[in-house]
């Protein structure tokens, strides 16, 4: 199983889903994770404040944002 299926399988993800800027973007994924029980809360505002002090961190692939926080931020 790859890493999207993976996600899928473990409704960790929300698809098809709409944002109006990056921000709501990553809440709509946090969200999703925070649903599954993978991560807290909290992940959400460690991604916008990490991103806002250095920069986004991302990678883009087959129609997915992937956005990455280190552990240690969170």
């Known amino acids: 199983m790859n ?4 996600l899928i399988t473990n ?4 698809l098809n ?7 709501s973007a990553i809440k709509i994924g946090t969200d999703a994770l925070v649903k599954a029980g993978v991560t807290e ?6 991604i916008i404040k990490l991103s806002l002090l250095k920069g ?3 990678v883009f692939t087959m ?3 992937y956005h990455i926080a280190a552990q240690k931020m969170v």
């Open 3 to 6: 890493l999207n299926e993976s």
């Open 11 to 14: 409704n960790s993800i929300q």
């Open 17 to 23: 889903a709409k944002a109006t800027d990056w921000q």
């Open 41 to 46: 809360e909290r992940y959400y505002d460690a």
């Open 56 to 58: 986004h961190t991302s």
């Open 63 to 65: 129609h997915l944002l």
